[in-house]
């Protein structure tokens, strides 16, 4: 009998871990404040920025888990189906249960990294980068709109295009390369792109009926159209600001 008792001891320890209230039934407890809709924002190694959309449902999965979809995602963010709550945190799983992320809760959501080493958010609702959104390194929020290509947040006198008065023009700069069209349309014939940190007239600025606002601009004996705010990869921009000098 005495052989055994070696034994006995740990199969009664895990036995109680088990039972335990915070182990495996843990997931099922935090399941209803986690359950949801949710806006999943990632910041990749290059800086790039992607927001889309994942529900967490508190429907169990046959594979283990819970259920899990993702809207708009890219990456491996798109092959969300499964997802299980854990002490302080979640994990993202595909269909498989190979692990896609995993996050701790924090006070503005979750946070934590994607298997490919994004950065990676979880906050409530919206579809993108919005006033609710998680700080990133040094304090800073994602912005709503960038300028240019660089980490700033474009600034409030250059979010919209100029308003200009019939006959007025202003000297405006590009502040990433873009296209100088026949119209303002993206589908429009380009005359060529705009390199960065040239100056060039803007005449008349207004809304296009396929979206965006558009200038018509005259720069070296040419005159064509650039759209104000592009958007790639999640991430919106202004091309140009609406002076010349350097902000």
Not at 55 to 62: E, F, M, Q, R
Not at 162 to 178: E, I, K
Not at 190 to 215: D, K, M
Request: net charge positive; glycine share 14%.
């Amino acid at each position: 009998m005495r052989r055994f008792v070696g034994f006995a001891a740990p199969c009664l320890i895990t036995l109680a871990a088990l039972l335990a209230p915070g182990a495996a039934g843990a997931q099922f407890d935090a399941a209803p404040l986690l359950a949801g809709r949710w806006t999943a924002q990632t910041i990749d190694r290059f800086g790039a920025r992607r927001a889309c959309r994942i529900d967490l449902s508190t429907a169990g999965s046959i594979f283990g888990g819970m259920m899990a979809s993702a809207g708009t995602c890219t990456g491996g963010l798109a092959m969300v189906a499964r997802w299980r709550a854990e002490r302080g945190g979640i994990t993202l799983s595909d269909m498989t249960g190979a692990a896609l992320g995993r996050l701790w809760q924090r006070p503005e959501g979750l946070a934590g990294a994607t298997s490919a080493g994004e950065r990676l958010w979880l906050t409530r609702g919206g579809d993108g980068f919005g006033a609710g959104a998680p700080s990133l390194p040094g304090g800073r929020r994602p912005c709503q709109l960038y300028y240019g290509a660089s980490e700033r947040c474009a600034p409030a006198a250059d979010i919209d295009a100029p308003r200009l008065a019939p006959g007025q023009s202003v000297t405006v700069r590009v502040v990433h390369p873009a296209h100088l069209r026949t119209a303002p349309s993206l589908a429009a014939p380009s005359l060529g792109i705009v390199p960065l940190n040239t100056c060039l007239a803007a005449e008349a600025c207004a809304a296009a009926p396929g979206g965006g606002e558009w200038c018509r601009m005259r720069q070296a004996g040419r005159t064509g159209y650039m759209l104000k705010a592009f958007e790639r990869d999640g991430r919106r921009m202004i091309l140009f600001s609406n002076r010349c000098s350097a902000s």
